[in-house]
């Protein structure tokens, strides 16, 4: 005999029996999950090591080897300037795997804190924030970004900060929502009736509700800035074009497909889907554990 | 059917077969990787139109009995032995063309959410019609004989009704609308699965009062599936408790009720108050214990652990279905002596100490409430002013949208009153949003909801649940605070190994207990218990009532108890208020309210009450349903609904005032104290 009812016979559904189990191990049971985490642990482990797994110099020209295609000393063949394009591909995840996670983090902390604030408090200034929420949705993201960035230069920094603030309304509005959820349920007022005040309210009772909510749209966005940051630097707004970039090499490398080097573009371009794919798929594993 | 299909039923081959037939069943939903075992040899049978009851609590397997027989088990469940036959047909052997057949034809079954069972999308006279295409009528054929079911099952105007959406129906209305299409096929079996539990007392009244009348217009046998023993009592003529999955007893309802023969159903039965007891007479008994986890493997009688009468062989072996009497079974070796089971609880009680007469704790003077939305105005309080005297109980009752909750939330600053309103706490004002209020007072007023998974923090743990209001309102911390939780703790009940977890991990009544340890944690003046068991089962209600009445008369508190059940209300106040579209219509002391006279809704709502005793009284029977507070009926608002309303008109243009027709006892209605008495009397009489 036990205290602990694990739950009436009738409760048969098995997310209502799984949710005794830590989220991790979950998570980790989900093959979709695994791989995606597998996909995205290689572009880190590259990011940070690339050097020293490539197998040529990334920058090393060979104007006596350009163009060439996929063979057994180059895998991925060679650029228009005779670089490595597997070197290439393995170390141009550098600039991506920074700018993204951080403009994404920065989005997603100060939209949790825009939506808490707005789900919460209500009133007039959640009416108005919402209303200019609805507004920059109506815009491609990209397309502000592009804006900004263009206005702003293309430094690291602005990048991050760029597509961090677009990102916090977007945030904001999935955080408020489900704020305005938790805001139904009666631990609320019951909290209200012991005198905490607004700030403890919205941290300390509502925000560990609302976190699945949030590592979810965290991880949905991240695969969004991934796709913002190598746009950019396709379109020509990368950082630093000296470094590897997937995106400013299928800019530099497109208007050959046309000439037959298919190579040139076609591995960066997997490398970028690759990683958006990883992330994908560990967004919906954490999205269908959390939710279901 | 295959001509090769086996005629199990028993007796005479010309007889008809049973309506159903169970045998030794046993049913188990495999999670994760292992079987568990959700009932455990269940036989029982309905008879061709019999009422069958099936009570037991949540957990018991109610449920899984109603989806075994429909074959409507989730894909983790299976029947793993025993037989079922349904009207002489064996629902586990037929394909699915004949079980789709035996869905259409033969089963019907009535859930208890009437708003999940309907689809929002289609309007109510085609999903009605619908039942009658699938039978083959031409579509205008079929709307037409929809339209004819919906005026069977009462509902007034069907033509309009079957143009409108489930979301524009009430609880009732919907619920008569599923009732509707489940007899709309002429199953010969209807099974009910909490066909009331959503619903208000008089919506339930009519309801259980419209099967009872179906039932004898209609070749139909029930299986009818409640928690609610008075439910059963009145619906069934047989009745099965279900205790872990196991059928525990059976016999004819009235000699269940009555004269129980399993420590089980005789515990439960004592659980309930009953025969206007209160309080004061002594504490209800409890089930000790915990029902067996889902899947348990127990050796023995599954209820030996929380028997107090269990033996030695109790422990060792399972008892089997002694027979006790005709067509009277009960799973219990020693069906002899349950009669003379001991209490679990002692019955004498700490008495609280008397009212004082320093004046009332609180006084609500003027409160409204109006709540608008697109310019329209729903008045959900109106002018109330209530006295509530320190150390009292005073219960509040009324329908759903009569105002309970928005009084409570007024009190307790949650839902500011119109400008206008007094409140005050020991004779000081109180502000009306609670942001105003002192610490003193907002350490004063506390509540406990209904629904403790809601009310309790999910991500927080025991522990930090109960400390928070010891830290913030009794603002202790360190040695002393660890010592006044420690108190609390075992003042409610529980132990200090529930503090490190989580809500989830808790059951019900455990749940609730914290909720109730958060509430006192603050030293408390006034705690509103806003239906703080309705969410609970029978035998952990008695437990927190008992704990309840125990704060009470240990910490002086005063208590302001909402509840729509009129058993526990009466054992717990000493005053009651009666409300009706937000406005009180009657207040006085418990026992007089109870006995009346009393105003006709007050007669209405208790005569709507199914009673577990057997007594059936005259009911006075509510038309309708609670006007909408965006539209109140002129003069008496309760007119519209009102059995005695006088013939003068009188109630139509003017609204009675709240008058005092004996010392304590104020009523809003213009028929004279006298006159009422008469009424009431006369109608108590057969």
């Known amino acids: 005999m036990t205290e602990i009812v694990a739950m009436p016979a009738g409760a048969v559904t098995s997310e209502a029996e799984k949710r005794g189990q830590p989220v991790w191990r979950l998570l980790l049971g989900r093959p979709t999950f695994d791989v995606g985490v597998a996909i995205l642990l290689f572009w880190i482990i590259c990011a940070i090591f690339g050097e020293s797994i490539a197998p040529h110099n990334p920058l090393a020209q060979q104007l006596l080897g350009t163009n060439k295609p996929p063979s057994a000393q180059h895998w991925f063949g060679t650029d228009s300037l005779g670089r490595d394009v597997l070197s290439r591909v393995i170390t141009g995840s550098r600039s991506i795997l920074i700018i993204a996670p951080l403009a994404t983090l920065l989005g997603t902390v100060l939209g949790t804190a825009l939506g808490l604030a707005l789900g919460y408090l209500r009133g007039i200034v959640d009416t108005v924030v919402s209303r200019v929420v609805e507004a920059v949705l109506a815009l491609p993201a990209i397309i502000i970004i592009f804006l900004f960035v263009v206005a702003l230069g293309v430094s690291t920094l602005n990048q991050v900060l760029i597509i961090g603030f677009i990102f916090t309304p977007l945030i904001a509005r999935t955080v408020r929502s489900a704020v305005q959820v938790e805001g139904q349920l009666d631990y609320v007022p019951a909290a209200r009736l012991l005198g905490e005040r607004s700030g403890r309210m919205m941290f300390v009772e509502i925000l560990p509700n609302v976190l699945p909510t949030v590592l979810v749209e965290f991880t949905v966005r991240l695969g969004y800035a991934i796709f913002a940051v190598a746009t950019l630097a396709f379109l020509g707004f990368g950082v630093q074009v000296s470094t590897p970039n997937w995106g400013t090499d299928i800019s530099a490398s497109y208007v050959l497909l046309g000439a037959g080097y298919w190579w040139e573009t076609l591995f960066p371009a997997l490398a970028i889907a690759s990683l958006i794919i990883g992330i994908n798929l560990v967004a919906d594993s954490i999205e269908q554990v959390l939710a279901g | ?686």
Request: glycine fraction near 8%.
């Open chain 2, 1 to 686: 059917m295959t001509e090769t299909a086996p005629s199990p039923a028993p007796g005479p081959a010309t007889a008809p077969p049973d309506a159903v037939l169970v045998e030794h069943m046993d049913v188990s939903y495999r999670v994760r990787g292992q079987d568990r075992r959700a009932l455990r040899d269940v036989s029982f049978r309905i008879g061709r139109n019999e009422s069958y009851g099936l009570v037991g609590e949540s957990g018991s397997g109610k449920s899984t009995v109603a989806l075994a027989l429909t074959r409507y088990l989730p894909r983790n469940g299976r029947v793993s032995a025993g037989s079922i036959r349904i009207a002489g047909r064996d629902p586990l052997a037929m394909n699915a063309a004949e079980l789709r057949d035996l869905r259409a034809h033969a089963v019907s079954m009535v859930y208890q959410e009437p708003g999940k069972a309907l689809n929002p999308a289609i309007r109510v006279g085609n999903q009605v019609a619908e039942v009658y295409e699938v039978a083959g009528l031409s579509r205008a054929e079929a709307l037409e004989r929809a339209e004819a079911m919906l005026g069977k099952v009462q509902i007034s105007d069907p033509r309009r009704v079957t143009q409108r959406y489930p979301h524009e129906l009430s609880g009732g209305m919907a619920q008569r609308v599923v009732i509707a299409m489940a007899i709309a096929a002429e199953p010969s079996l209807l099974i009910l699965d909490e066909p009331t539990t959503a619903l208000d007392a008089t919506v339930e009244a009519e309801v259980l009062d419209l099967i009872a009348g179906l039932r004898a217009e209609l070749d139909t046998s029930l299986l009818f599936i409640s928690h609610n023993l008075a439910v059963i009592a009145k619906m069934c003529d047989r009745v099965g408790v279900l205790y872990a999955g196991e059928l525990i007893e059976e016999g004819p309802a009235r000699q269940v009720f009555d004269e129980p023969r399993h420590p089980y159903t005789v515990g439960l039965l004592r659980c309930i108050p009953r025969q206007g007891q209160r309080k004061d007479h002594g504490r209800l008994d409890a089930i000790p214990g915990f029902l067996p986890t889902p899947g348990h493997s127990q050796p023995g009688c599954i209820f030996a652990p929380r028997c107090p009468i269990a033996e030695e062989r109790c422990r060792d072996e399972a008892p089997p279905a002694f027979d006790v009497g005709v067509g009277r079974s009960s799973r219990c070796y020693l069906h002899d002596s349950v009669a003379a089971l001991p209490r679990n609880t002692p019955a004498d009680v700490q008495l609280p100490a008397p009212p004082s007469d320093a004046g009332p704790i609180v006084t609500l003077r003027n409160v409204s409430k109006t709540f608008s939305s697109r310019g329209e105005e729903a008045r959900a309080l109106v002018g109330v002013n209530l006295d509530i005297e320190r150390g009292e109980t005073l219960g509040l009752v009324g329908e759903s949208g009569s105002g309970k909750t928005t009084l409570a939330r007024a009190l307790l600053g949650l839902t500011p009153p119109d400008a206008g309103a007094a409140i005050e706490l020991d004779g000081k004002p109180l502000g009306g949003d609670l942001r105003k209020r002192s610490g003193t007072q907002l350490k004063a007023l506390q509540i406990v909801f209904q629904n403790p998974d809601s009310a309790l923090n999910r991500r927080h743990t025991v522990r930090r649940l109960i400390a928070r209001p010891l830290a913030k309102l009794a603002g202790l911390s360190g040695r002393a605070l660890d010592e006044r939780l420690a108190d609390l703790v075992r003042s409610v009940r529980m132990e200090p190994r529930h503090l490190p977890l989580r809500p989830r991990q808790l059951s019900g009544g455990l749940k609730q207990r914290v909720a109730i340890a958060r509430a006192f944690g603050g030293g408390p003046r006034v705690v509103v218990l806003d239906e703080p068991t309705s969410a609970l089962d029978v035998s952990v209600q008695a437990a927190i009532l008992n704990l309840l009445a125990d704060l009470q008369a240990k910490e002086q508190v005063t208590y302001l108890f909402i509840s729509h059940d009129l058993g526990l209300v009466r054992y717990l106040s000493d005053r009651i208020a009666v409300l009706y579209l937000g406005r009180i219509m009657e207040l006085g002391p418990a026992e007089r309210v109870f006995s009346g006279p009393h105003h006709p809704y007050t007669e209405a709502l208790l005569s709507a009450v199914p009673s577990l005793d057997g007594q059936r009284t005259d009911r006075i029977k509510l038309s309708g349903e609670i006007p909408s507070a965006t539209n109140p009926p002129t003069g008496c608002v309760f007119h519209t609904r009102c059995p005695r309303r006088l013939a003068s008109g009188i109630c139509e243009v003017a609204e009675p005032p709240l008058a005092e027709v004996e010392p304590g006892h104020l009523m809003s209605c213009h028929i004279p104290i006298d006159q009422l008495t008469n009424l009431q009397s006369k109608a108590r009489m057969p």
